[in-house]
Structures are given as C-alpha cells and as structure tokens.
C-alpha cells in the first residue's frame, strides 16, 4: 500500500517521452530555444546581392546621390570662380571631403529606415544579425568608394587637381570610404529604433565622424603636398584602427541591437 501511494504520488521529472522530444516536468513537450545561427560567407554573399538588386531596381538612391555630387561640385565651380585666386590647396581639400560626408549621410541615412517591418521580422527568423550588419557595411562601402572616385573624378575635372601623389590620395579615398561606410551604418541601426531617426542619427554621428574627417583630410594634405609615405604612416595606421573598430563593434553589438 506505501508503495502504491508513493506511486500515485510521485513527481514526473523531466525526460524524452516515446517520440524524441524533449518533455517538462508536466509532461508537455519542451519548446526549443532559437540559438543564433552561425555567420557565413554565403550569407554575406546573398544579402549583399539582395542589396545590389533592390539598388538596381530602384535606380533613384544611386542615380539622385550622382545628382547630388555634380549639383554640389557645380555650385562651388560657379562660387569660385567668381573670385579668382581664392581656392586655395587647403579650401580644395576641406571642400571636397565635406561633400562627400554629406553625401556619404544621405546615402546611408536609410539603410535600415527603408526597410518595411515585415522584411525586417524575414530577415530575423531566416539570417544571422552578424551576417546582416556585416553585409550592409560591405555594400556601402563599396557604394562609397564608388561615389568617391566618381565625385574626385568630376570634382578635379571642375575645380582642378592639386595632387601630386594619387597613391596616396586612393588610400586615403579607401580609408575615409570605409569608415563612414562602417560608422554611419551602426548608428543608422541605432537610430531606425527611434521615431525621428535622421536627427538621433546626426546627434550620434557626429562625435565619430569629426575625429575621422581630420585625419582623413590631413592625409589628404599630406597627398597633396607629395610628402614620403613615412610621414603619413600615424594617419593611415589611426584611419584603418578606426575602421577595425568601429566593424567589430558593430559585429558584437548589432546582434543584441537587433533582437530589440
């Protein structure tokens, strides 16, 4: 009689049940946990291809950023050339690299604000965020790099070209390409959280990107002066440390940004 009241009485502990699945206490079966899936290379592949599709599709993101260059470049030819003798070296650079900031912030501006909350909950259930973030810095930074070289191209067709070492002068266009690219990616992310995302966006980009418009145009000096590489070694090595930085940030926090 103890033994059969013991028996009535006694506790389901947690096990497999006949089938396989995982069961509770209450013998209910246990639902799994989602763990996050591991980044790879074919993810990285397919989102930045999604990427140059949609672009493709749509034409007027790239196509109105071109505009945007040329209408900025032409409206500083006809400002100088009003006054002759006043673009200096120093105004020619300053002026270049702020255009591209802000081209550089209207064409990642929405990188995440464009993208509809049905996409978005897709993209959760189907892709890693490391594999997300990673691909939207990749594409726009190549979106950059090529909006710079284009831009560099008409701006120095324009407003003349002071630089005597190009070399240079591409590294520097390489380094200042990736890390807007990069920056203004993650704090896109941060702000497409928000209600009103392009003020938050310029408020947390601004104490990143003012350090790192400094440097690039003194490097960029250094390229048109035609300085040895030598002296330019402490603005590249702090331009790339920026870069690394900022990608791995993004790598580690944008997950826990994008399960919010």
Not at 56 to 79: E, P
Not at 227 to 237: A, K, N
């Amino acid at each position: 009689m103890c033994r059969t009241f013991a028996a009535r009485n006694e506790v389901p502990k947690a096990g497999k049940s006949d089938a396989g699945y995982i069961t509770t206490a209450n013998g209910k079966p246990k639902a799994a946990s989602r763990r996050p899936a591991p980044i790879t290379l074919n993810e990285i592949k397919t989102l930045i291809w999604k990427e140059v599709t949609l672009e493709w599709r749509q034409k007027y993101a790239i196509s109105g950023m071109l505009l945007y260059v040329v209408s900025t470049v032409f409206v500083c030819y006809l400002s100088f050339n009003l006054r002759r003798n006043q673009l200096t070296p120093i105004v020619w650079n300053t002026l270049f690299w702020i255009i591209l900031l802000f081209t550089a912030v209207n064409a990642i501006a929405k990188s995440f604000s464009q993208e509809r909350h049905g996409r978005l909950l897709y993209y959760y259930n189907l892709c890693s965020p490391q594999a997300i973030i990673i691909s939207k810095i990749i594409y726009n930074s190549l979106v950059m790099g090529v909006l710079s070289v284009l831009g560099f191209v008409f701006y120095a067709f324009v407003m003349g070209n002071p630089i005597q070492d190009n070399g240079l002068f591409s590294i520097c266009i390489l380094l200042a390409s990736t890390g807007f690219a990069s920056v203004l990616t993650l704090i896109a992310g941060i702000a497409s959280k928000a209600d009103n995302s392009a003020t938050l966006m310029a408020v947390l980009s601004f104490p990143i990107i003012l350090p790192m418009l400094l440097m690039t145009i003194r490097l960029a000096k250094n390229a048109m002066d035609g300085l040895d590489w030598s002296v330019s070694t402490d603005e590249i090595t702090t331009l790339l440390s920026i870069d690394l930085i900022v990608i791995t940030l993004s790598y580690l926090l944008f997950p826990y940004l994008w399960r919010s």
